[in-house]
């Protein structure tokens, strides 16, 4: 068609749309925008992922909204996540699916590394009614990155730094025909900063892709990771070098997962999928000997955990029309494992099958958004509950150029989540097993709103939550003459605050993100308090009252970069050992990184950690790694 007969030359101008629309999968298991998915969800796609460039999930969490991370040290350390006032076992971890974390929440984000992740999402609030036991307050997943291109893709590089730091890693990627794949693996070594501070981590996977019909897409991921971490233990507070650091201590894991996967299409609105998996994680705590400073609380240890997680799963959705969608499923789980200290015998059998469905409702009227969902659950520990979730978005003005869509939300939920399998199952050593612990519990409400601005260039949201945690777990002493007990749903606090974001997209290229985050937590019931840091009417121990965040990210094609500020306030902690050390001081840490591609196939990278060069503890007693860097260089072979 001649869209100009008169034959002049037309010179249209074309440009780019800025506006910030980003589509979720965790809030409600099947694609959805963000704003009317009812939740508070942050996302890390595989670009932003290379510029900053991570050791492991930990360094890249905790530029998050909402993200409290607690390292126990440095490189591989233990690191536990705290989001909105909730116990470090409250969240559900997932990679490709597949639960990672111990029964009943335990997980350390210190050794896993996100090399060929696609996509990281970090979900706030309690999301149990489509994920089960342990997302109380949030779920965390990473998708690895399928292979696009159909000529193959070799990508490989090397890095290293300062603290005899150094990094290799290589992948292999495409598409053709009815396959696609991405195989990859990593190795990372440092010696740390101070005695026994070193870590070392082995990584391999694959994710392989088969469209068996155009209907039927079957796929296989599997992962596999070996680390060994210096435990030099708690012995610097806040600067004051009261111990020697422990010289022999260490910890290692050996972690295997894997799953395969049918999504059917079809029929005419309807989609299946099917999934089975398992997962195997093995760590071990060796304290061979007592250093000398340390005779008061250095013990020798033989600590071990060997759990497996093998399961199935059932997931099925219905779009009715184009405003309405039924997801709904069905879950199987057997968790098995062994957890004590060889010294200590008896080591600790854990044994649960566990079964669940499931079913959520979304509709899209208009303005209106509405998702609710309920799961049932059998677990052989506590048995069977119900687990409701409803939430309501509801745009109030579409708005102009300038206050472009005024949203508000709320949502109700419950989380739970099982006990370890050192409360439920635990014997000797004065401790009585109770396989019949309830579950603890949250109820959750939250209430938000989100504003755009400029066309939506940029968005001001605010959510304000409200945490109940019930039937949390301790240990009852039940003769006090020789401390035999059990453990018992015997304790109660509860968390409320706020969290406040800004986001903008000023031009394609450039992104930030800059968050505020209050939480008010206080212990309710806690009969049994051995400290008076947990007496009923404290704060829960290393949770801030104010921390935030910001992110700024700028990718082109040939260059790019990134800037990363974590800002966390006093927290109360304590040292465990007698020193009335009773908080940890508050800290500010700058990260940043570049890039800059000298050929289409040659990249030059940077990345800067603590660039202030801030000593501070993340955890009481854990001094961080001062400033540090890495540089390398990455090449691409084939591909497009």
Avoid: C
Avoid at 36 to 59: F, K, M, R, Y
């Amino acid at each position: 068609m001649d869209v100009n007969p008169g034959g002049e030359l037309l010179t249209i101008q074309l440009r780019l749309a800025t506006q910030i629309e980003t589509v979720v999968i965790s809030s409600t298991l099947s694609p959805l925008p963000e704003e009317e998915s009812g939740s508070n969800v942050s996302t890390l796609s595989h670009a932003q992922l290379t510029v900053i460039n991570p050791v492991a999930a930990n360094d890249a969490l905790r530029l998050l909204p909402g993200a409290v991370m607690n390292v126990q040290g440095q490189r591989g350390a233990l690191s536990s996540l705290f989001v909105r006032g909730g116990d470090s076992r409250y969240n559900k971890v997932m990679v490709d699916g597949v639960p990672v974390s111990d029964p009943g929440g335990t997980f350390d984000f210190g050794v896993v590394p996100l090399q060929e992740v696609g996509r990281l999402e970090f979900l706030r609030g309690a999301q149990s009614t489509l994920y089960g036991s342990d997302a109380m307050t949030s779920v965390v997943q990473t998708w690895t990155r399928e292979g696009s291109t159909p000529t193959p893709e070799l990508v490989f590089g090397a890095e290293g730094g300062n603290f005899n730091t150094a990094q290799g890693y290589i992948a292999v990627s495409g598409a053709r025909g009815r396959y696609d794949y991405n195989l990859f693996g990593r190795q990372f070594n440092t010696t740390g900063q101070g005695s026994n501070s070193g870590y070392s981590n082995s990584s391999q996977g694959g994710n392989v892709g088969v469209q068996l019909t155009p209907q039927a897409l079957f796929r296989v991921r599997a992962q596999h990771s070996n680390s060994r971490t210096g435990v030099a233990g708690e012995w610097n507070f806040n600067g004051a070098s009261i111990f020697p650091p422990d010289s022999d201590q260490w910890a290692r894991q050996n972690n295997l997962l894997a799953s395969a996967e049918l999504t059917l299409t079809g029929p005419t609105r309807w989609q299946h999928r099917f999934r089975g998996f398992e997962y195997h994680h093995k760590r071990v705590n060796v304290d061979s000997f007592v250093d000398p400073g340390r005779e008061f609380f250095d013990f020798p240890t033989d600590a071990i955990a060997d759990i497996n997680r093998a399961g199935f799963d059932y997931q099925g959705s219905y779009v009715e029309r184009g405003w309405a969608q039924t997801t709904f499923g069905y879950q199987f789980e057997d968790e098995n494992g062994f957890v004590g200290d060889l010294g200590f015998p008896p080591i600790t059998h854990g044994l649960r099958r566990n079964q669940a469905v499931y079913g959520q409702q979304t509709l899209a009227l208009g303005r209106l958004s509405v998702i609710a969902g309920a799961r049932f659950v059998h677990n052989t520990t506590f048995g069977n509950t119900g687990v409701p979730r409803v939430a309501v978005a509801w745009q109030l003005l579409r708005g102009g150029e300038l206050f472009s869509g005024t949203r508000v939300r709320f949502s109700y939920a419950t989380g739970i989540k099982a006990a370890r399998f050192e409360e439920a199952f635990a014997r000797g050593q004065g401790i009585i097993p109770n396989p019949n612990l309830q579950a603890e519990e949250n109820r959750a409400f939250e209430a938000g709103f989100e504003q755009n601005l400029l066309a939506g260039k940029y968005a001001f949201s605010g959510t304000y939550y409200n945490n109940l945690f019930r039937h949390q777990i301790d240990f009852a002493i039940l003769d006090p003459t020789t401390f035999t007990g059990k453990y018992e749903n015997i304790n109660k606090s509860m968390a409320h605050g706020a969290e406040l974001e800004f986001q903008g997209r000023p031009v394609s290229r450039l992104s930030f993100t800059l968050a505020y985050n209050y939480a008010s937590t206080k212990i309710l019931e806690q009969p049994f308090a051995f400290d008076p840091l947990h007496l009923p009417g404290q704060p829960l121990l290393r949770r801030p009252r104010h921390s935030g965040s910001f992110l700024l990210n700028y990718i082109a094609k040939r260059w790019g970069g990134n800037l990363g500020v974590t800002a966390v306030g006093w927290r109360a902690d304590s040292d465990f050992v007698g020193l009335n050390i009773e908080h940890a001081a508050g800290y500010a840490r700058v990260d940043f990184g570049g890039f800059f591609s000298m050929t289409s196939r040659v990249t030059a990278y940077v990345n800067v950690e603590n660039a202030l060069n801030k000593y501070y503890n993340e955890v009481v007693g854990y001094p961080a790694l001062t400033a540090n860097f890495r540089a390398g260089l990455r090449f691409r072979l084939g591909g497009e």
